[in-house]
């Protein structure tokens, strides 16, 4: 039985002040990862990746 290809997908809330966020899956490499802000594309290197995280250089406010 054939299973269909699924994107994972995860979405956290800032709250002003965490920087790192955990992925709940698995990546390993920041190149398959896209990350958001408010609907908008973040790019390098305002984040990078390690241990299944995405850590930020500031952290997203309160609500993003």
Same mark, same amino acid.
């Given at each position: 039985?054939? %299973?269909?290809?699924? %994107?994972?997908? /995860?979405?956290?809330?800032?709250?002003?002040?965490?920087?790192?966020? !955990?992925? @709940? #899956?698995?990546?390993?490499? *920041?190149?398959?990862? /896209?990350?958001? /802000?408010?609907?908008?594309?973040?790019? #390098?290197? *305002?984040? !990078? +990746? !390690?241990? @299944? +995280? %995405? /850590?930020?250089?500031?952290?997203?406010?309160?609500?993003?």
């Amino acid at each position: 039985m054939a %299973v269909p290809e699924q %994107v994972p997908y /995860i979405e956290h809330i800032g709250n002003g002040v965490s920087k790192q966020f !955990s992925l @709940g #899956f698995d990546c390993d490499t *920041k190149d398959r990862l /896209i990350v958001r /802000i408010n609907d908008t594309a973040v790019y #390098f290197p *305002k984040w !990078s +990746f !390690s241990n @299944g +995280f %995405v /850590i930020f250089q500031e952290a997203p406010v309160v609500g993003d």
